[in-house]
């Protein structure tokens, strides 16, 4: 028998205010906020994004079928619910009536598919229709408003994928404003988009037509708001003098060193929330360079003091990481692998030593053949954020000083990383990839290139590997689930020494008290759209 989802029936209206503990009382409507944020979204398309802090802008204007409770369970949202054959290879969504979207082309079973048929289009959206897009066989639509989803085999990322898939209306597919995103490429959002200013700013409105976020939020119907500003303030201390000042409501991206300026401060609020998904963790390549040997990363491993250097660079603000996913991933987090690997210089130029790098030259680095100990750390310059490029600098400096390793730090323009990534010229590329689909950024950074793996910087290629992904991708029972990516977490970190975790990514949110109603997404612990957010005049200062 099918396993049937009649998702409404658990969130009665007259309890939707009391969950999650995101109540409010008495919330204002009308009003405008600014917040000022790290980065500029390099598309405003939600496929082709691959930016996580873009996200608190296209939370706003875009929606999924589901959204994600604080245990990972679905909750409706345009989908009031769904059915999984008992042999995991149908799915049926049966959506919400009445959802149009901003170009005011109703969402029914026809539009909805035009999405999932877009995303199997390599030539659109290549990370998905290689990923997890892949799994599907067949799409179309039973009814005005049920959507058949077919797999060509029982895949357990597949639902974690297909609830939280940005939902676009079908006229966008044919729009030239398709690729970098625009008033064309339209959602279902609770804000519209009203205007963009390249490098400066991206003003929204309400959408007055919203009547379907999830069935968790805080109030139903159209946000609160009458509209937001986000200003693309990359300097941390410009950001910080703007809430300060009272030029913008609400930032993200608080160094450490400035998180005492707002926590348990008077006249503001501040919140954090640890990301699910990869860590921030430093991938090394293992067919190109230095890094093609075993030995030069274990001994990368062995040189670096990362808990010193976290310490130092966010004054106790970035919580450490050590495996393949985030351990508020409780359903797959092994913690075994904690403490299991150690900052230990004496091992790491053993290590070196073995391999051949005894010389040095006038520099202090470790020379083999003539040639430098030189390891190409890659990372495209619109990624830099949370003072990364702080904390890049201090493991540069570790590795020369403890191991005579240079960590040649390059930032480049996107069309540059986009050619040394599909190449493969590179040392090293460090990335975090947040949130996660139910493995599905593990099968990212994991699986071989050519099969879904599409950040696998690491360049990995391992039958092992690949076979037990494969046998995770199968199952949905999570304890076997959890086992088999504990053996690809102990072979890619702890046995290859493939990639380095350093910290689990979070966001921080600072906001001036008379902004009301901000929080993260239950779960995946990312911003939360503005949809519920109001102002408190009498609270500003």
């Known amino acids: 028998m099918p396993r049937r989802r009649d998702l409404l029936k658990l969130f009665?209206?007259?309890?939707?205010?009391?969950?999650?503990?995101?109540?409010?009382?008495?919330?204002?409507?009308?009003?405008?906020?600014?917040?000022?944020?790290?980065?500029?979204?390099?598309?405003?398309?939600?496929?082709?994004?691959?930016?996580?802090?873009?996200?608190?802008?296209?939370?706003?204007?875009?929606?999924?079928?589901?959204?994600?409770?604080?245990?990972?369970?679905?909750?409706?949202?345009?989908?009031?619910?769904?059915?999984?054959?008992?042999?995991?290879?149908?799915?049926?969504?049966?959506?919400?009536?009445?959802?149009?979207?901003?170009?005011?082309?109703?969402?029914?079973?026809?539009?909805?598919?035009?999405?999932?048929?877009?995303?199997?289009?390599?030539?659109?959206?290549?990370?998905l229709a290689e990923g997890p897009a892949a799994a599907i066989a067949a799409v179309e639509a039973t009814g005005p408003l049920v959507l058949r989803i077919t797999l060509s085999r029982p895949y357990a990322?597949?639902?974690?994928?297909?609830?939280?898939?940005?939902?676009?209306?079908?006229?966008?597919?044919?729009?030239?404003?398709?690729?970098?995103?625009?008033?064309?490429?339209?959602?279902?959002?609770p804000f519209i988009l009203d205007a963009y200013a390249k490098g400066q700013e991206i003003r929204l409105r309400r959408n007055p037509d919203y009547q379907w976020a999830p069935a968790d939020a805080a109030h139903q119907g159209p946000a609160l708001l009458e509209g937001a500003t986000f200003r693309f303030l990359g300097e941390s201390a410009v950001r910080i003098g703007a809430l300060s000042s009272g030029q913008v409501d609400v930032i993200e991206g608080i160094s450490g060193?400035?998180?005492?300026?707002?926590?348990?401060?008077?006249?503001?609020?501040?919140?954090?929330?640890?990301?699910?998904?990869?860590?921030?963790?430093?991938?090394?390549?293992?067919?190109?360079?230095?890094?093609?040997?075993?030995?030069?990363?274990?001994?990368?491993?062995?040189?670096?003091?990362?808990?010193?250097?976290?310490?130092?660079?966010?004054?106790?603000?970035?919580?450490?990481?050590w495996g393949i996913s985030g351990p508020t991933e409780a359903d797959f987090y092994d913690a075994s692998i904690e403490r299991s690997f150690a900052f230990d210089p004496a091992e790491a130029n053993r290590l070196l030593d073995g391999a051949g790098w005894t010389a040095r030259d006038a520099d202090g680095f470790r020379t083999k053949d003539g040639k430098r100990l030189s390891i190409e750390v890659v990372q495209s310059q619109a990624t830099v954020r949370d003072q990364r490029d702080v904390l890049l600098l201090a493991l540069q400096a570790q590795a020369r000083q403890n191991a005579g390793i240079l960590l040649d730090l390059q930032y480049v323009d996107l069309g540059t990383y986009s050619a040394r990534r599909k190449g493969g010229d590179y040392g090293s590329i460090p990335n975090s990839r947040t949130p996660a689909n139910d493995g599905l950024d593990i099968e990212y950074h994991y699986l071989p290139i050519d099969r879904g793996g599409s950040i696998n910087y690491a360049r990995i290629n391992d039958p092992e590997v690949v076979e037990w992904l494969a046998a995770?991708?199968?199952?949905?029972?999570?304890?076997?689930?959890?086992?088999?990516?504990?053996?690809?977490?102990?072979?890619?970190?702890?046995?290859?020494?493939?990639?380095?975790?350093?910290?689990?990514?979070?966001?921080?949110?600072?906001?001036?008290?008379?902004?009301?109603?901000?929080?993260?997404?239950?779960?995946?612990?990312?911003?939360?759209?503005?949809?519920s957010v109001w102002l408190d005049e009498g609270a500003r200062i």
């Open 257 to 321: 060193n400035d998180v005492s300026l707002f926590r348990d401060v008077p006249g503001f609020s501040y919140a954090r929330a640890l990301n699910t998904g990869t860590p921030y963790t430093l991938f090394l390549n293992a067919q190109h360079g230095p890094t093609a040997d075993l030995a030069v990363r274990k001994a990368l491993f062995a040189a670096l003091d990362i808990d010193g250097v976290l310490a130092s660079v966010y004054r106790g603000e970035r919580q450490r990481a």
């Open 157 to 189: 990322p597949f639902l974690g994928f297909a609830a939280g898939l940005e939902i676009l209306s079908p006229a966008a597919y044919a729009s030239d404003q398709l690729k970098a995103g625009g008033p064309a490429v339209a959602g279902t959002g």
């Open 472 to 531: 995770a991708a199968a199952t949905q029972d999570t304890a076997t689930r959890k086992a088999l990516y504990a053996q690809v977490q102990d072979l890619a970190i702890r046995q290859k020494a493939y990639a380095l975790p350093l910290y689990v990514p979070e966001d921080q949110i600072a906001a001036g008290a008379h902004v009301q109603g901000l929080g993260f997404r239950p779960y995946l612990a990312q911003p939360d759209s503005l949809h």
């Open 12 to 127: 009665p209206a007259a309890a939707l205010l009391a969950v999650g503990g995101r109540a409010f009382a008495a919330p204002a409507k009308g009003g405008t906020i600014t917040f000022g944020i790290e980065s500029e979204p390099t598309t405003l398309n939600p496929h082709l994004n691959g930016q996580a802090k873009a996200r608190v802008i296209l939370r706003n204007l875009y929606d999924t079928l589901l959204a994600r409770d604080a245990q990972g369970g679905f909750v409706p949202w345009l989908a009031e619910g769904y059915e999984v054959s008992s042999d995991g290879l149908v799915y049926d969504f049966t959506l919400r009536p009445g959802i149009r979207f901003h170009d005011g082309v109703p969402l029914d079973a026809a539009a909805l598919a035009a999405t999932f048929e877009a995303v199997r289009d390599v030539a659109y959206a290549p990370s």
